[in-house]
């Protein structure tokens, strides 16, 4: 599932493995209060997956678009049944969102294709620009192909899953924009900077990315090393289908297991142990789930058995 950043995760308190549900075993260590809960898989604290698709406006790009136009299926493989939505733009510094829909939309699957088949050809690629401008916020072209920067629309919902994915052969190009105008936020570190404000890296948002193998996106590491894309793969593939499945199934993770706790948590101690339908338990480890504030986040892939979660932490009245 990834590495989770320390620094977000201060107050997490890491899980104590054992065979007994509670706090058997480790509660010498543990001082205030403690409560349990008890949730039934099935009733996740949010369902809503936001997803941003950017899209390199380039001619170079012309084959890739009408590829991934057409791919809208796989990458609702496993989130169809979730309050998704995707908002569609180019990386062509044109503010506004191409097109945003939901399951909702009439014949949304046509929306989407033609959303991403009539993005205007343009060599800004300003990918990470256009990423930042689609997480706070961005009109949608109207009929007429034109934007109201008096109508603004958010993509993301409160407490939804994130899912970013850029498809460009180009890199960030902050440079060229920052010669041009006078526009902020258009280096790694800013969209880095931006998701770490939106939620755990790795956990409530994942960045993918269909790049050049050279790209300077690839080169960028925080000061832990860590890179900003969950996974990257290169863009000039045949096989959309099976990349965009997995990333479908990696956010349905995220979304399905994530659950509001009655108080918040004080980082020091808990246990989270899964029971399936035959009432065998099993206590998940440290690096399979994290406690922030009062979000309990199951970092790992359920077995589809599971029948419920059963979380005791501590907390300060």
């Known amino acids: 599932m990834g590495k989770i950043y320390p620094l977000l995760l201060a107050s997490v308190l890491l899980a104590f493995c054992g065979k007994q549900t509670g706090l058997s075993g480790v509660s010498d260590d543990i001082s205030g209060e403690h409560m349990t809960e008890t949730f039934a898989v099935n009733v996740a604290a949010s369902d809503k997956l936001d997803i941003l698709l ?13 590829k991934i136009a057409r ?31 939901n399951a909702k939309t009439p014949d949304y699957q046509d929306v989407y294709r033609q ?61 060229e924009i920052l010669k041009q105008t006078a526009a902020e936020g258009c280096e790694i570190q800013d969209l880095y900077d931006n998701i770490k ?55 349905s993770a995220i979304v399905q297991y994530k659950y509001k706790l009655q108080e918040k948590h004080d980082g020091e101690a808990a246990t989270v142990v899964i029971s399936d339908d035959s009432g065998t338990t099993r206590t998940l480890g440290q690096s399979e789930y994290g406690i922030v504030d009062k979000k ?15 979380v005791t932490y501590s907390y300060q009245p």
């Not at 991403?116 to 961005?138: F, H």
Request: hydrophobic share 40%.
């Open 197 to 251: 404000l939106r939620g755990i890296p790795n956990v409530t948002v994942r960045v993918y990315g269909f790049l050049d193998e050279t790209d300077k996106f690839l080169a960028w590491r925080d000061e832990s090393g860590e890179s900003v894309f969950t996974r990257h793969e290169p863009y000039n593939t045949d096989d959309y289908d099976t990349l965009l499945k997995a990333i479908s199934s990696d956010l």
């Open 54 to 66: 950017v899209v390199d406006g380039s001619d170079s790009m012309r084959e890739e678009r009408a």
């Open 115 to 175: 959303a991403i088949d009539t993005i205007k050809p343009a060599n800004a690629e300003q990918a990470v620009y256009m990423v930042i401008r689609g997480l706070r916020g961005m009109p949608v072209v109207d009929a007429n192909n034109t934007c109201d920067d008096n109508k603004p629309q958010r993509l993301v919902r409160e407490n939804s899953a994130i899912g970013i994915l850029i498809i460009t052969d180009e890199d960030h190009q902050c440079a």
């Open 71 to 101: 791919k809208l299926e796989p990458l609702l493989e496993y989130v169809k049944e979730r309050d998704w939505q995707i908002g569609i733009a180019s990386t062509d510094m044109v503010s506004c969102f191409a097109a945003i829909i």
């Open 296 to 310: 309990l986040f199951i970092l790992t892939t359920l077995p589809t058995n599971t029948s419920s979660i059963e």
